[in-house]
């Protein structure tokens, strides 16, 4: 792929007023950025206002995969990049995605994850997920998904589901071309394990993936599952 590769990067947001100016300012200092999408879903605590100068925000319904879709239907870059705002890009995450798709038949894919947080339960839970996401192909939003602009319409976007939007579009996007893992890592707050306990959150996360295999609807499992990450 050409040097020259534009990337939109898109970030959906619901009072995220404690990591938003952070991860914007971030990539704002970058030159291999085209453009910083913010899509809003309502928030409450000025999150709008601190997203900063130099970004394009937008709104829209509640709802990752509502938010995702609105800001990829903005975008003019021809890679979408889907980042969540407590997680960061490493330094050559753009050179990373550029030699993905240097072949043609890649369609899109994810990064490998490590935590904020230091210690051996946190490696391991990295270690877990980039597992999963290597022999699997699922990727979760934490690992900041991406794809190729046609391929990401092509796939149909980030279904309208209330919780595993991510895991659908991966399945999708397999459907388009390749997906691959890329070395990364990009870095993801472990705020959710602080808040409400290593093991406890750990054992909910894997429910909810059982669950969804075993069929129980989206809307069923979201009421499992809290927004409160700080």
């Keep these: ?20 100016g952070r991860t914007t300012g971030h990539l704002k200092a970058r030159r291999d950025v085209h453009e910083i999408i ?26 990752r995969a509502s938010q995702m ?26 050179r990373q995605i550029e030699l993905a798709l240097s072949d043609r038949q890649v369609a899109g894919g994810a990064f490998k994850v490590k935590f904020d947080q230091p210690g051996l339960f946190f ?30 319409f092509e796939a149909g976007g980030y279904p309208p589901i209330e919780l595993m939007e991510d895991w659908e579009f991966s399945r999708r996007l397999r459907q388009v071309g390749k997906t691959v893992l ?29 669950l969804y295999i075993l069929g129980v609807s989206p809307s069923r499992l979201k009421s499992m599952y809290t927004d409160r990450r700080r």
């Excluded at 792929?1 to 938003?20: C, G, R, W």
């Excluded at 928030?43 to 709104?59: E, H, M």
């Excluded at 959710?192 to 959150?201: A, D, N």
């Design 1 to 20: 792929m050409a040097s020259d590769l534009k990337i939109s990067v898109i970030i959906p947001t619901y009072n995220e007023a404690a990591t938003i």
């Design 38 to 63: 913010v899509v809003d879903g309502g928030s409450t605590d000025g999150t709008p206002a601190l997203a900063g100068k130099g970004v394009q925000l937008l709104r829209a319904p509640r709802g």
């Design 69 to 94: 879709n609105a800001g990829a239907r903005a975008a003019a870059g021809d890679v979408l990049l889907f980042l969540h705002s407590d997680t960061s890009l490493p330094d050559d995450f753009s």
């Design 123 to 152: 490696a391991l839970t990295a270690l877990g997920s980039n597992l999963r996401a290597s022999l699997t192909g699922i990727y979760f939003g934490d690992q900041a998904i991406f794809a190729r602009r046609e391929a990401f």
């Design 182 to 210: 890329l070395p990364g890592p990009v870095t993801t707050s472990a705020r959710r394990w602080l808040i409400y306990g290593r093991w406890r959150t750990t054992w909910l996360m894997h429910k909810i993936k059982i």
